[in-house]
Each structure stands twice: as structure tokens, then as C-alpha cells.
């Protein structure tokens, strides 16, 4: 395979940047995103003054007020933020027409076929910085890599507002070999213990074991972290258009057991997802939930409708339904909700005595959109506010 030059761009605390950007009063505060105190829900993102407090994203809300009392609470805006992602694209896609967004505020950019008409990679991450500064007057860490994993490495290195840069394999040992195995992206802290009470502390350790020892240990994602730690990556930066679902997923701070928490977890994921399928006018036909265990097994469960939809308590109800039907035998780490098949008509067939009243119902779901839209999410109650 041909030298690959991939750009990861990580926005610095993306939702609360862009409320401190709005309304500069913030600047300085610990504020935090999410659900308000009196509220169940967990932190989406914060301020580095709030991280300070230790506060941190998947945080239960609770947990977070009490070590930030004196902090800033706001539910997030998701529309705002997504505007400000658009805007984002649209500088990326002066470098390159393959990205990859990885989520409202990060993605993969390679740039092999076209550094070198803004002076190679390094420059063109510079300017791709540059203009997010001056235009959006945000900050972005910024990686460069040899691909997709040492790239998202690289822009870890040097946060906040860093740019870094991983030319080769040999840079990625001599940048990572003495360091922690649980720097890797996908080593969390049980397998981190698991592999630590084997000997394995360090990525130079790691690199000394086999592959057939860690597939023993960690099953198929023994191979995966047998590549990672040598600097392998073979994954192609897929480009947004060909992208087929829409997801989102939430790493809890501490696994957990509480259903409330999961539940509320699971509800923001849907409304957020749901607004999004409204905004596009689209409707998905499939729909999958992703639960990932303190041992890091992750599972998925999906399920086809019948008939499409964008209603956030159709969806909820079908996650609900799988989310019953899998294990509870370990405390959960991550879940995660995402929707695909889309079309653009709910693509139903209808009775003569069901046409009008499919109209009303759609008419209905716009205006409530819209007055969403305008005024913020919380304007209307949503029927999923009742599930909590």
C-alpha cells in the first residue's frame, strides 16, 4: 500500500467552546454541558475550567455537581452545534473530498493526493487550523499520522490547540514505546489490569508478546491491539457521502449497573438522533444498539421496521426492546445508538381512512420540528421526557 497522509482534527471541548464563544460572560467559568443538577443524565462535555474540578464527559450529572458546585449547567444546543459543524466541513473540504467525520466535532481528513498542492501535510494541517482560529474563532488539536490510528494519536499529543505530527513507524515507537499501554486508543482501564497482571505495562512490552498469546487473553481484539501497538492501521478514511447511518455512543466515567443512568443515556442519544433524521427529512428503517461491558466485550443487537421513521419515541421504544434483550450479567462501560437504511418518505402503505390523519401526524412533527429549531430543544417536552 502507497504512503498514506491522514489529518485527525479534534475540536477542544466543542460544545462548550461554542457557547463561550456566544456569549463570552462564560469565559473563564467551569461550565458544563448536559443534563441541569436537579436532573438525571451525565455530562456531555465541559470547559477545562470545569475539568479542573474533575469534572469529565459520561460523568453522572449528580457526581459532577457535587465535585463543581459552583459551575455553570446548560443543556446542550445541539442544532448550534451541528450549524457550526457544517462549517467546520466546509473548510475541511477545501483540502480534501475524503473525510471522514468521526462525530459533530472530530474527523479523519486524508490528504494524500492533495498536501502537496498546499505544501505537504504538516502546512496543510497548519492552515486547516489556521482557518478554524480566524473564521469560527475556535480551537482544534490537530494530528497528523501515517494513518488512521497514528493520526488520531498525534492530535492527542499536544491538546489543547496542539498540532503533531507521527512521519513513520519509527517516530511512533520512539514516541510511544516507553509509554503506558493504556495511551492506546481502544486499551481501557480493566484491560490495562488484565494485561498488567501478565507483566505488560508498557507499549515496548507489549510489542515483545504474540499474537497468539493476546488473541488467548483478549479474543479478536487481541489481533486488533497486536497491530495497534506496532503502529498498524490499515482502515480507509471513508468520505462522509458514502456514509450510511448516523450514530452516536457515551463512554461512562464509571461502568455502571444503574438503569436510570443507561436509560437517560440512551434518551439524549435518540433526541439528538432523532432531531438530526427531522432536520435531513429523512427516516431510517434499521436500527442497532451498541453495549460495550466492563471487559471490554461489546455487543450489538439491531432491528428492521416495517415502516420507517424519525419519531424519537418509536425509536426509543425498539432500543428499549433490544436493550432488554441483552446480558446484565457485568456493569456496562458504553452505550450507543445508531440509525441507517435511510430513505426520504416514510414509504408506507396506507388505508384511504389513514391518509388524512398520516397528513396531520406529519404536519404536526414539522411544526414541532421547527419550533425546535427556533427557539432550542427544550421549548417543546418531548414524548420522551415522560420515559425518564
Request: with cysteine; aromatic share 10%; glycine share 6%.
Amino acid at each position: 500500500m502507497s504512503e498514506r497522509k491522514i489529518i485527525h482534527v479534534d475540536m477542544d471541548a466543542f460544545f462548550a467552546s461554542v457557547e463561550i464563544r456566544d456569549n463570552t460572560s462564560l469565559k473563564g467559568k467551569p461550565l458544563i454541558i448536559g443534563a441541569k443538577p436537579q436532573e438525571r443524565g451525565v455530562v456531555s462535555t465541559c470547559s477545562y475550567e470545569a475539568r479542573r474540578f474533575g469534572v469529565k464527559s459520561g460523568m453522572s450529572i449528580k457526581t459532577a455537581y457535587k465535585l463543581c458546585p459552583q459551575g455553570v449547567y446548560m443543556h446542550p444546543d445541539i442544532r448550534k452545534y451541528e450549524k457550526v459543524s457544517e462549517e467546520l466541513r466546509k473548510i475541511f473540504y477545501r483540502y480534501s473530498f475524503k473525510i471522514e467525520p468521526a462525530s459533530l466535532d472530530e474527523a479523519y481528513l486524508d490528504v494524500s493526493q492533495t498536501a502537496d498542492l498546499f505544501s505537504g501535510e504538516y502546512n496543510t494541517a497548519l492552515k486547516i487550523k489556521n482557518d478554524i482560529r480566524n473564521e469560527l474563532c475556535l480551537s482544534a488539536s490537530v494530528g497528523i499520522g501515517y494513518n488512521m490510528l497514528t493520526a488520531k494519536l498525534a492530535s492527542e499529543e499536544k491538546k489543547p490547540d496542539g498540532l503533531f505530527w507521527i512521519k513513520n513507524q519509527k517516530e511512533f515507537n520512539d514516541t510511544f514505546m516507553n509509554r503506558s499501554i493504556g495511551c492506546l486508543y481502544g486499551i481501557g482501564k480493566v484491560t490495562v489490569k488484565l494485561l498488567e497482571s501478565y507483566g505488560i505495562y508498557l507499549i515496548s512490552d507489549l510489542q515483545s508478546t504474540n499474537m497468539d498469546f493476546l488473541t488467548s487473553v483478549l479474543g479478536s481484539r487481541g489481533y486488533e491491539i497486536y497491530l495497534a501497538c506496532r503502529g498498524i492501521d490499515e482502515r480507509e478514511v471513508t468520505p462522509f457521502y458514502q456514509s450510511k447511518s448516523e450514530g452516536r455512543e457515551i463512554t461512562f466515567q464509571y461502568d455502571t449497573r444503574d438503569f436510570k443512568l443507561i436509560n437517560d443515556t440512551i434518551i439524549n442519544i435518540i433526541k439528538e438522533l432523532a432531531f438530526n433524521l427531522n432536520e435531513q427529512k429523512l427516516w431510517c428503517r434499521t436500527l442497532t444498539l451498541k453495549i460495550k461491558y466492563r471487559d471490554m466485550h461489546t455487543i450489538t443487537r439491531a432491528k428492521t421496521l416495517d415502516n420507517p421513521t424519525n419519531s424519537s419515541k418509536e425509536i426509543y421504544e425498539s432500543i428499549l426492546r433490544l436493550y432488554n434483550s441483552v446480558p446484565k450479567n457485568q456493569p456496562i462501560r458504553l452505550v450507543g445508538v445508531s440509525l441507517s437504511h435511510f430513505c426520504d418518505s416514510p414509504s408506507i402503505q396506507l388505508s384511504f381512512s389513514d391518509i388524512n390523519l398520516s397528513q396531520k401526524d406529519e404536519k404536526f412533527n414539522r411544526l414541532v420540528h421547527e419550533l425546535k429549531k427556533k427557539y432550542g430543544q427544550e421549548v417543546i417536552k418531548d414524548p420522551l421526557d415522560f420515559k425518564r
